[in-house]
């Protein structure tokens, strides 16, 4: 791909940014360096919330059904360019070539939804909430929102947001991921054609100074993030502090039970996609596996482990790869890979077994790529170090439990509750772990239980600081607020 140079989308131009430096953006496979991204001051953050906000004026009082029309022609748009824009993410970030076409229509899907705002915006009426009075509520938009999104799904995430944040009447600024900031390009430049005016969406790039001076900027009436738990608590309390409304979804230890009659063919299909799809590096990945019994444990531990060293290990723009189903790229950066190593060393030192090592792995042409293999962990123990981390990546761990409700335990005891599956054929086993498991994303024989973009999602625990989960219908209300009248009329006559 051609080697570019990252520009800021201000009031609906493409503008040299006012930065203090660029970044490399590397392609994770090669180590090739395929473009510069700008570190962004504050004063041009400052500008683009500026033109936000002056945008907001004329749009926060257009019709809805209007304001839907430009999203519907991003739609067109994006579907257009789906295939160069896929290809764009995957030599940025990593991911197969069907994982990047599959979160493209995870964009389409939120899109449609916040297209349907004419209906989900509505208000409500009550007639004779007393003698002669009647009440109402509606829902209005309240200026500037905000988004700061991760590297691993930079066109996806901000459209768990984006179309709502518009559609509802507000203007909106993205800070993009300064790992991947050549998908969200190619995506602006497709939103400039839409015909929205100019201030309504804005992209500005950069580092954390960036993301910082939204979250302090106090025009910004709220902030969607999506990162670590840590750096989701510091957004949270800045913006608590600040009477900012705000949508952090933070770390996450997945995990699948395995009951004695679950499918075992079926299932072990099923966790070699959500364990190792993205390199591990998806909010949903799971990287836990609770096995239920002694038989099950050394079933799921066998074939598990079989099915890891078939995983196709390589660079996912490689010709003879790229239509496989299942293709395992880098993770992000070498600050990554070496952490998966030292959590890899970790796991070790306290005592796991390593029952697949995927530390030496090499891809032909690719030596400068950052590539780690599958790697398994077994006799793992609730509350080991590589049972309480999120490592973000190829990095399994296998544990065994008595029953369900151990299993459900091991579950309730971790900080994160994001999401968790379990398999089996026994609808009361299902039911008890849908209703008992603390997390706020459930599957049931289904390995990355991520909810299409008509329902919310978010986790709970240290996996969540907000109380408005992303997409669907549910964050609407993160994007209005409520004004509730109250009213009665006298005849004029008396």
Sequence with gaps: MAFKIVKNYVDGKWIEPENNGYLDVENPSTGQIIGKTPLSTVAQVNRAVNAAAEAFKAWGRTPVARRVQPLHKLDRLLRENQE??????????????????????????????????????????????????????????MGVFAMIAPFNFPAMVPFWFLPYAIATGNTYVVKVSEQVPLTMQLIT???????????????????????????????????????????CRIVSEKCAQNNK????????????????????????????????????????AASAIVAVGDRTYKTICERFIAASKEVIVGNPLD????????VMGPVISANSKNFILGMIETGLKEGAALALDGRDIVVPRCEKGHFVGPTVFTDVEPGMEIHKTEIFGPVIVILKADTLDEAIRIINDHQYGNGASIYTQNGCFARKFKLETKCGMIGINVGIPAPVAYLPFGGMGASLFADIKAQGKAIINFFTQDKIVTERYWHENG
Excluded: W
């Excluded at 764009?88 to 070539?97: F, Q």
């Excluded at 939804?113 to 909430?129: E, R, T, Y």
């Excluded at 010709?319 to 299942?326: N, Q, S, Y």
């Design 245 to 284: 409304r705000c949508q952090a979804m933070g770390s996450a230890k997945n995990h699948l039970v395995v009951m004695p009659d679950a499918k075992v063919d079926e299932v072990i299909r099923n966790m070699a996609t959500s364990c190792y799809g993205c390199a591990g590096q998806r909010c949903m």
């Design 84 to 141: 160069r824009i896929a290809r764009t993410l995957v030599a940025e970030m990593g991911k197969s070539l069907a994982d990047a076409r599959a979160e493209m229509k995870r964009i389409f899907e939120n899109i449609e939804v916040a297209c349907g705002m004419p209906v989900l915006q509505q208000g409500d009426k009550l007639i004779g909430a007393s003698y002669g009075i009647d009440g109402e509520v509606i829902r209005l938009p």
């Design 189 to 231: 430049e497709c939103i400039d054609q839409t015909g929205l005016p100019g201030g309504v969406f804005n992209l500005v790039n950069g580092d954390r100074v960036v993301g910082e001076a939204l979250v302090e900027n106090p025009i910004v009436r709220g902030v969607s993030l999506v990162g670590s738990t840590r750096t």
């Design 319 to 326: 010709p003879k790869l790229a239509e496989e189903p299942m």
